[in-house]
């Protein structure tokens, strides 16, 4: 983990996961709607779920970044 003190960059670590969040809740209503759409491209759904872990991989990763190091 990396001890980020800077305030801005803090607040600009946390609208970041934010729009993230958003982003990530947007793909999930996305997928589900493909997924109820019989003649959907299967492809089209596998790459929105890629792009949806990835989403998820980013926000744990700056949300781990949020918390400050224990000290030893």
């Known amino acids: 983990m990396t001890d980020i003190t800077d305030p801005i ?5 946390a609208q970041r996961v ?9 793909l999930d ?3 589900a ?3 109820a759409d019989v003649e959907t491209d299967e492809l089209t759904i ?3 779920k890629k792009r ?4 998820k991989d980013s926000i744990e990763r700056l949300e781990s970044a949020l918390i400050p ?3 030893a």
Do not use: M, Y
């Open 33 to 35: 709607k493909l997924q």
């Open 9 to 13: 960059e803090l607040t600009r670590i």
């Open 46 to 48: 596998k790459r929105l």
């Open 52 to 55: 949806k872990l990835q989403l």
């Open 69 to 71: 190091d224990e000290p």
């Open 18 to 26: 934010i729009a993230l969040k958003l982003e990530h809740r947007d």
């Open 29 to 31: 209503a996305a997928i």
